[in-house]
DNA sequence: ATGTCC
């Protein structure tokens, strides 16, 4: 059953494809919050996975006009995900899969710190970073000297770690695809990151005639210097975790051909956000669009929806609901905290939730186990106004940091 | 999410 419920009370309304899901109280009190802003531009959509996060809720689309809100942006600035489809069946795949596994974290450096850094930048980085992506950040850096960019060439192409994955899936038809989720790194996170308390010390020099009702909500306005700074850094960090995900997709593609017979890439490759902002029309005004866990569903536009580690991820085409303002979920949506999900369950609980698949299982990995997740099917089910299922995949490896 | 802690 989808469609949205409409949520009212606040200076503007909520409309809410929940259809089927739980939603946290925690969420809903910060939902009330940005809908009470002055500033947003008809109202908030919230999409299926939603659940509370620092700055915004998780799973929310937040349209400003005149106004941007940098931790509903938050510090993982531009993460989203790319998948590929390969010329490969099943069959080309080996009976054991550990050593692509381990062929790929060796071509793709995984974590935090700094084993999870290149040692020295692969020639797709280099050339990457020259081709625009340095200098632009050295202009930034010039006006914004606390925010450091040491560890921009030697993180280009690399994971990560908590949520962050690259996986080797099926699709309904055994064609090998490959998908991963990463964003801009350490240097988008010291963007996020001076640009929030930035927005926080000016809001505490403000004199509003309304009133705010959490200071993570803090904002700059159009027409201040900080506004036109935070649009050029954060539209910067989306670009960079674009092409760290190009540069690693690269990567995983290198050990796969070490590792599989030769194969050629299939026609479709999406590359998708789901944590940034830009510009968009909506409902005849031009205004700043922020999808905090959502993903742009125009109409034709294919995104990404994964599922969590032992679960289908689904890659989507956009209907272009207006009312969504164009969006989609981006993935299940967790339904407990990482502590929550480390207290409940135990090391043979995530054993035997992912016994089919070649992935890590230790402790280390329990606060992303598929039962800290929602229902993915529940979740797509709410949202088939949204975005129609083009592939369904399911996957075979996965790789985490 | 993150050179994760002042």
Redesign the pocket.
Known sequence: MSGFELIEGGASPIKAWTRGVPIEHQAMDQLRNVASLPFIHSHVAVMPDVHFG?GATVGSVIPTRGAIIPAAV???IG?GMMAVQTSLTANDLPDSLFALRREIERKVPV????G??FKESPASAVSTLKAGLAERLERILARHPKI?G??LAK?LG???????FIEICLDEADRVWVMLH?????????I??YFISEAREMLMKRELGWHMPDRDLAFFLSGEPMFDDYVEAVGWAQDYAAANRRVMMDRVLIAMREALPPFQLGRTAVNCHHNYVEQETHFGETVWLTRKGAVRAGEGDLGIIPGSMGAKSFIVRGKGNADSFCSCSHGAGRTMS?AEAKRRFTLDDHVAATAHVECRKDSGVID?TPMAYKDIEAVMAAQADLVDIVHTLRQVVCVK?
Request: aromatic share 0%; net charge positive.
């Open positions: 620092r938050g510090v993982d993460c974590g935090n710190g700094p999870g850094d450091r040491d560890k993180q690399t994971l990560g770690g908590g949520n962050h990463s964003g801009s790194r350490g240097t988008g996170n010291l996020g990151t990482r992303e940091g």
